[in-house]
């Protein structure tokens, strides 16, 4: 949960009445409009001692949150901010101006743009990471922004405590699926953890039969197969995902990446589709193949901005004005339109597994992907319509080919020529919604670069 410090701040000369209920409007309005939980300090006025300064510093230090929101509700001294605020340089801070109201036919105001526009270039000026926003009167409350913010705040703090596991690395040789090492930890906290796929395989002797006869149970029960399949492939796919789980509960990981093509598929014999769709029921993970880290991180940071389980999908074709982006394999329940639908078939020289075949949600997407060049991060970012697409099909299928899981999106702030000169790997993180602001928030909070 997003844990967010509120503290108000206005003149000793106001009265403190008035400052009484502009404090309690604005946390209101938090806790009615905001996710997560609120921590209040209270009200800090400029008094000659600081005791209202120093008692929300205790406050706020009890609380550990994510963000603190700087909310003035009338013109305060600069110094006054700065005593609290220093003592959390380290948060992401959202200033927040409130504003003034009407009274018997004329506008009453504290003077809360006079305190944030003083205070705003100082937190310019001693660097701190933050956001300015302010009221307008007879205007809604700016709740979308202080959201977008929050949660750009949430998802910074979250990845640094994130593990990705990854079986194996670089599949198939791929180039932009790498990652280093250093500037990953260093920059986001995140630590990518590789293993073995032969931790699996020996895992597997230690499984519960009975935990593996329930996942058989689960697949036949909750999964619409498209036509019959053998239970020995649905028990292999079963047995797989715990063996992993084991992994994932050993070490807590959030995301995981498995070696695909020169892996599961090559040296076992098995596309691991099913595997992916059972380590998200299982275990709540988020699921990408082909040891796609910087795929994963991103996952990482769109789930925690949008609160979704987040589906990776690839560019199949180009149009005039719009792109097919689909997967080969699975996507997570979250994003699918209706029931989980699977299809016993085989790719090429490849043996028999199964293949999810069910449709993915539409309307609007945030599609995303971390990209790392020349020492630096950037995120490549675009807004899009997602609608069904057209009746299509991967050549090398068994026939009769599956219609994939897959969309059309169509980008709505750029052109297909514009996205495709920035365009930044072959894999897409897609959620739902439109959540630019909250992702500019994030690259500005993190100094990435925004494509």
Same mark, same amino acid.
């Given at each position: 949960?997003?844990?967010?410090?509120?503290?108000?701040?206005?003149?000793?000369?106001?009265?403190?009445?008035?400052?009484?209920?502009?404090?309690?409007?604005?946390?209101?309005?938090?806790?009615?409009?905001?996710?997560?939980?609120?921590?209040? #300090?209270?009200?800090?006025?400029?008094?000659?001692?600081? *005791?209202?300064?120093?008692?929300?510093?205790?406050?706020?230090?009890? #609380?550990? #949150?994510?963000?603190?929101?700087?909310?003035?509700?009338?013109?305060?001294?600069?110094?006054?901010?700065?005593?609290?605020?220093?003592?959390?340089?380290?948060?992401?801070?959202?200033?927040?101006?409130?504003?003034?109201?009407?009274?018997?036919?004329?506008?009453?105001?504290?003077?809360?743009?006079?305190?944030?526009?003083?205070?705003?270039?100082?937190?310019?000026?001693?660097?701190?990471?933050?956001?300015?926003?302010?009221?307008?009167?007879?205007?809604?409350?700016?709740?979308?922004?202080?959201?977008?913010?929050?949660?750009?705040?949430?998802?910074?703090?979250?990845?640094?405590?994130?593990?990705?596991?990854?079986?194996?690395?670089?599949?198939?040789?791929?180039?932009?699926?790498?990652?280093?090492?250093?500037?990953?930890?260093?920059?986001?906290?995140?630590?990518?953890?590789?293993?073995? %796929?032969?931790? %699996?395989?020996?895992?597997?002797?230690?499984?519960?039969?009975?935990?593996?006869?329930?996942?058989?149970?689960?697949?036949?029960?909750?999964?619409?197969?498209?036509?019959?399949?053998?239970?020995?492939?649905?028990?292999?796919?079963? !047995?797989?995902?715990?063996?992993?789980?084991?992994?994932?509960?050993?070490?807590?990981?959030?995301?995981?990446?498995?070696?695909?093509?020169?892996?599961?598929?090559?040296?076992?014999g098995f596309p691991p589709a099913m595997v992916f769709m059972l380590l998200e029921h299982y275990y709540g993970v988020l699921t990408i193949p082909e040891n796609d880290v910087m795929g994963a991180v991103t996952q990482l940071i769109a789930s925690d901005i949008s609160g979704q389980i987040v589906p990776y999908l690839e560019y199949y074709e180009f149009f005039e004005k719009s792109m097919l982006i689909g997967v080969p394999?699975?996507?997570? !329940?979250?994003?699918?339109?209706?029931?989980?639908?699977?299809?016993?078939?085989?790719?090429?020289?490849?043996?028999?597994?199964?293949?999810?075949?069910?449709?993915?949600?539409?309307?609007?997407?945030?599609?995303?992907?971390?990209?790392?060049?020349?020492?630096?991060?950037? %995120?490549? %970012?675009?807004?899009? /319509?997602? !609608?069904?697409?057209?009746?299509?099909?991967?050549?090398?299928? *068994?026939?009769? #080919?599956?219609?994939?899981?897959?969309?059309?999106? /169509?980008?709505?702030?750029?052109?297909?020529? *514009?996205?495709?000169?920035?365009?930044?790997?072959?894999?897409?993180?897609?959620?739902?919604?439109?959540?630019?602001?909250?992702?500019?928030?994030?690259?500005?909070?993190?100094?990435?670069?925004?494509?």
């Open positions: 949960m997003k844990k967010i410090g509120l503290v108000c701040f206005g003149e000793v000369n106001t009265p403190y009445e008035r400052l009484v209920i502009k404090h309690d409007h604005a946390l209101k309005t938090l806790q009615e409009g905001v996710t997560g939980k609120v921590y209040d #300090a209270g009200i800090v006025i400029d008094d000659p001692a600081y *005791e209202t300064a120093d008692a929300a510093i205790e406050k706020l230090r009890a #609380a550990d #949150a994510d963000c603190l929101i700087v909310c003035v509700i009338g013109w305060v001294p600069t110094h006054a901010v700065i005593r609290v605020t220093d003592k959390f340089r380290h948060l992401p801070m959202l200033l927040w101006g409130l504003c003034g109201w009407r009274e018997r036919g004329k506008l009453i105001t504290t003077a809360d743009q006079a305190g944030t526009t003083a205070i705003r270039p100082a937190f310019e000026a001693m660097h701190y990471r933050f956001k300015y926003i302010y009221s307008i009167i007879d205007k809604p409350e700016p709740i979308d922004k202080i959201e977008a913010f929050t949660n750009a705040a949430y998802a910074a703090r979250s990845l640094r405590d994130a593990r990705v596991g990854t079986m194996g690395y670089r599949d198939m040789l791929l180039y932009g699926t790498q990652y280093e090492g250093n500037s990953m930890r260093g920059k986001f906290g995140v630590e990518i953890e590789p293993f073995e %796929m032969l931790e %699996m395989v020996q895992n597997i002797e230690q499984l519960d039969p009975e935990e593996v006869k329930k996942g058989v149970s689960f697949v036949q029960d909750n999964w619409k197969f498209e036509k019959p399949c053998d239970d020995e492939v649905v028990e292999k796919g079963v !047995k797989y995902a715990l063996a992993i789980g084991r992994k994932i509960k050993e070490r807590g990981y959030k995301a995981i990446t498995l070696i695909d093509v020169d892996g599961m598929k090559k040296l076992l394999d699975f996507i997570p !329940k979250a994003a699918t339109d209706g029931e989980v639908h699977v299809l016993p078939t085989a790719f090429g020289l490849l043996s028999a597994s199964l293949l999810n075949v069910s449709k993915l949600k539409t309307g609007t997407v945030t599609c995303l992907r971390l990209v790392y060049k020349d020492g630096a991060y950037y %995120m490549h %970012m675009y807004l899009a /319509e997602a !609608k069904a697409p057209m009746p299509w099909e991967e050549c090398g299928w *068994e026939p009769p #080919a599956p219609q994939l899981p897959s969309l059309e999106v /169509e980008p709505l702030d750029c052109t297909v020529e *514009e996205f495709a000169q920035k365009v930044s790997g072959q894999h897409v993180i897609v959620c739902y919604g439109d959540h630019r602001e909250s992702v500019q928030d994030f690259c500005k909070l993190m100094n990435i670069e925004l494509i």
